[in-house]
């Protein structure tokens, strides 16, 4: 675990005479306390420090120290702010320590290690603070399930963790609950910190996506004083709260339907210091009531989130239109040409601005499905990357939405502000009756 700059992050560790160390360390090394990644430091004052796990020592186990193993002794916690790496941390990676204390532990145990199993083991994982989430394509043998939960407390003692979690696939039921197994521990609530935001989560109800990092680092350095963002897919406040803590949004409106993500989210809002400028709006946000508020809408939802391009739409002010930030999965196919006959002016006048989905109008009679059908066909050549055929690809982008009369549309001021925001984008002048897609809509937007 490293601090931001590359430096290691701070250990706890217990602090108490050079006579009792022996005694300290049989005791943590039993209770599976001692933090083997780290080497014993002796301090200016002559005391000895042994790093433990975790972010801080029980204190029934203080208590056991001072009065039983070494009474009258000092025992006092502390932190090592540059600890030094063990010679047999240094020596190997974790996935090589993983495998090198998990075969010593299993042929104890009379399993013939095989490279079978040295292939089931996880090569990457997530550490959330003290807690290690594994993948689901590791520790899949059948053999594995004999040796639970043991397994587990090994596989905690060799990365330097308390807790160990597995999760599976996402779950396809809308609020996207992931399929999260809690191996070792007795909870999966978790801290991350990320540029400088704390996000408070259970890894086995909520999610946390490490793939939109870059996004949420643009928008965190957005000029937003002033405005207010409508965030239909808000979760645990991945974008919710770059935009309050570092954008300086006047308000948002966050929507989820999720409720252990809103549970996360309220804590999320109330350790950050921002809950008085957000309103959570649980439930369905297509029903939601809100209308003619918003300067931006946030639509971070994939694979798709053309669902909530309507409701973007209501809840964006009339008087001066706004920003839509859409993100989407989109697949480039590089080499082959996809535009459909009859679009290359289309291609031409847009090639500046990839990613960004293009508006297009097109007759009354013409139905949703066929609509969209359009959308996706003129808009494939736009996503197109130098990558392997058929790869999926995360894409971001801005579309300045303004409604008819506008002075500020036609002088190209929210252009230039946009412009300079980063990222792609596209300018959609709106009529009354059409929808985010620049298709005639049955209600007014």
């Known amino acids: 675990m490293e601090r931001e700059g590359g430096r290691p992050a701070a250990v706890v560790a217990v602090v108490t005479e050079p006579r009792f160390t022996q005694r300290y360390r049989e005791y943590l090394e039993k209770q599976k306390l001692l933090d083997r990644r780290h080497r014993v430091e002796k301090m200016p004052d002559g ?31 502390t932190q090592l702010l540059d600890p030094v790496p063990s010679k047999k941390a240094q020596g190997c990676s974790p996935a090589q320590r993983l495998c090198l204390e998990v075969s010593r532990w299993a042929e104890a145990r009379g399993v013939t290690w095989s490279p079978e199993l040295e292939a089931d ?24 399930k004999n040796l639970e939960p043991e397994l587990w407390e090994t596989v905690a003692s060799a990365l330097g963790v308390r807790r160990v979690a597995k999760r599976g696939r996402v779950s396809p039921d809308g609020t996207r609950t992931p399929a999260v197994s ?57 974008f919710t709260l770059p935009f309050l803590v570092h954008a300086g949004v006047t308000f948002v409106h ?35 009531k809100l209308s003619n508020i918003a300067d931006r809408v946030n639509l971070g939802l994939i694979p798709s989130s053309e669902e909530g391009w309507p409701i973007a739409c209501q809840v964006l002010r009339r008087d001066a239109g706004g920003i839509l930030h859409i993100h989407q999965n989109v697949e480039s196919y590089p080499g082959k040409n996809l535009q459909p006959p009859g679009s290359s002016e289309m291609e031409k006048e847009h090639r500046s601005y990839p990613q960004q989905i293009i508006t297009n109008q097109c007759t009354n009679g013409a139905t949703r499905d066929s609509r969209r059908r359009m959308l996706s066909a003129a808009t494939k050549p736009e996503w197109q990357r130098h990558c392997d055929e058929g790869q ?31 990222g792609s984008w596209s300018v959609c002048h709106l009529r009354p009756g059409m929808c985010a897609e620049g298709f005639p809509c049955a209600r007014q937007c």
């Not at 083991?121 to 594995?144: M, T, V, Y």
Request: net charge negative.
């Open 182 to 238: 809690l191996l070792l521990g007795d909870h999966g609530w978790v801290e991350h910190v990320d540029n400088g935001i704390r996000y408070k989560f259970d890894v086995t109800q909520c999610m946390f996506s490490f793939g939109n990092i870059t996004e949420k680092l643009r928008v965190a350095s957005l000029p937003c004083a002033g405005e207010v963002l409508v965030d239909l897919y808000a979760g645990i406040g991945y």
């Open 121 to 144: 083991l996880p090569r990457s994982w997530q550490r959330h603070g003290d807690l290690l989430l594994l993948s689901e394509d590791c520790f899949q043998a059948k053999r594995w």
């Open 392 to 422: 999926r690809h995360r894409v971001f982008s801005e579309h300045l939405l303004d409604w008819p009369g506008q002075e500020e549309a036609s002088d190209g001021t929210k252009e230039e502000r946009l412009r300079g925001s980063g």
């Open 47 to 77: 005391t000895v420090a042994l790093p433990v796990l975790g972010e801080t020592l029980p204190e029934q186990h203080l208590q056991e120290l001072r009065d039983r193993l070494a009474p009258g002794g000092t025992c006092i916690v």
């Open 254 to 288: 966050a929507c989820e339907w999720n409720p252990h993500a809103v549970v996360a989210l309220r804590k999320n809002l109330d350790i950050n210091g921002v809950a008085d400028r957000c309103r959570i709006h649980f439930g369905d946000n297509r029903q939601l």
